[in-house]
């Protein structure tokens, strides 16, 4: 299996460019998941938060294309995946949060 092929990279290109503008959603309810999750970096939390989300969704993808949940070589390739943007996501981020300021 190729967890790097084009159709996955791609969904990943779009969760980077579609989820991160939506933080304002999350943003709108960030002191009451200040209360539960008890973060002090309202940023940090979001960004683990998208990214958790974003590694969830590719695994996902995964299992709906091969029928099965990928194991840990496939998983790393996964969070590799997302770690190469970091720098990107963590930019969409920040103008998001800009523009909601």
């Known amino acids: 299996m190729l967890v790097l092929e084009a159709y996955i990279r791609k969904e ?3 969760a980077v460019k579609n989820w991160c503008p939506n933080i ?3 943003k709108k309810g ?3 998941l200040q209360k ?3 973060f002090k970096n309202g940023s940090d939390f979001i960004y683990g938060y998208l990214v958790g ?3 969830g969704y590719i695994a996902g993808l995964v299992v709906g294309r091969y029928g099965k949940i990928p194991d840990v070589e496939e ?3 996964i969070r590799k995946m997302v770690e190469v943007r970091a720098k990107e996501i963590r930019q ?3 103008v998001q949060e800009k523009k909601t300021s």
């Open 30 to 32: 960030e002191s009451r």
């Open 24 to 26: 304002t959603l999350i």
């Open 75 to 77: 998983s790393k390739d």
């Open 12 to 14: 990943l290109e779009s």
């Open 53 to 55: 989300q974003m590694e």
């Open 92 to 94: 969409i981020i920040s």
């Open 36 to 38: 539960v999750w008890k």
